[in-house]
């Protein structure tokens, strides 16, 4: 069974990675020469913008809905009202902000990580 599948995963793979030859065709020589080289430099700021966008995005959640339950609570600056606030509110907003970071660290990571490798921009997290 294994002799028979063998060879028709093989022409499955060639067919399929063939059909990606045009759109390398109509790359430059720099192209095709640095695609491996931005391929490695956008994986690595992908892996590295989840955590960084979990942390950024966990931190600014927390602290909107902190202040968005110390206003419904009356006073947006009152030390007990952000206090009430952050216990009530706060985990919600740093797990809502965490998944919405890790979101926006795979992007940010694969789009600045694939336009200019290893640069510093691929490596740090800014909102765009």
Do not use: R
Request: hydrophobic share 40%.
């Amino acid at each position: 069974m294994l002799k028979k599948l063998v060879p028709n995963i093989l022409v499955a793979s060639a067919i399929i990675g063939s059909s990606a030859l045009p759109c390398l065709a109509k790359m430059e020589a720099d192209d095709v020469c640095t695609f491996p080289l931005k391929v490695v430099g956008a994986s690595i700021s992908t892996a590295l913008g989840v955590p960084l966008g979990a942390t950024k995005g966990g931190v600014q959640g927390s602290i909107k809905t902190t202040k968005i339950v110390a206003k419904k609570a009356g006073n947006e600056d009152g030390t007990a009202h952000l206090i009430v606030g952050s216990v009530v509110g706060g985990p919600f907003g740093a797990v809502g902000g965490a998944a919405y970071g890790c979101v926006y660290g795979v992007i940010h990571g694969a789009k600045t990580g694939y336009a200019h490798p290893f640069s510093k921009e691929s490596f740090t997290y800014k909102e765009d």
